[in-house]
């Protein structure tokens, strides 16, 4: 099984989650995000998978997201996507894709969900 960390190496609840993938038995491919942020396709893709919104995974401290009007209820997808493409911090992290499931995995604890989930 193909698994994979959106990750962001300067923070913790990321490093965490990383190193309890790998307690776990799990080598993942480690995608430093900010370096390399996913396209609007990947993402979308993820969101499915997590059976969110993208309105779900914005992070709020920390970025632009007050700066960008990203709390106005009338701003479209595509517009919050634009958002992410221009600011990938505004992704919350970290993101695991485990096979056809994902989720974003914060708290921490989420991932022992994912875990058990993808081995269904």
Do not use: W
């Amino acid at each position: 099984m193909q698994v994979k960390i959106y990750h962001n190496p300067g923070c913790g609840t990321s490093r965490n989650v990383l190193a309890a993938l790998r307690e776990a038995g799990y080598e993942p491919q480690v995608i430093e995000y900010l370096k390399n942020p996913p396209d609007r396709a990947t993402l979308k893709d993820l969101l499915r998978r997590m059976g969110k919104s993208v309105r779900e995974i914005l992070r709020k401290r920390g970025t632009p997201y007050e700066e960008l009007g990203l709390e106005n209820p009338a701003l479209s997808d595509d517009e919050i996507f634009a958002a992410i493409e221009r600011h990938p911090i505004l992704v919350e992290r970290p993101i695991v894709s485990m096979g056809d499931k994902a989720a974003l995995c914060r708290p921490a604890e989420t991932l022992k969900d994912l875990i058990a989930r993808s081995k269904t």
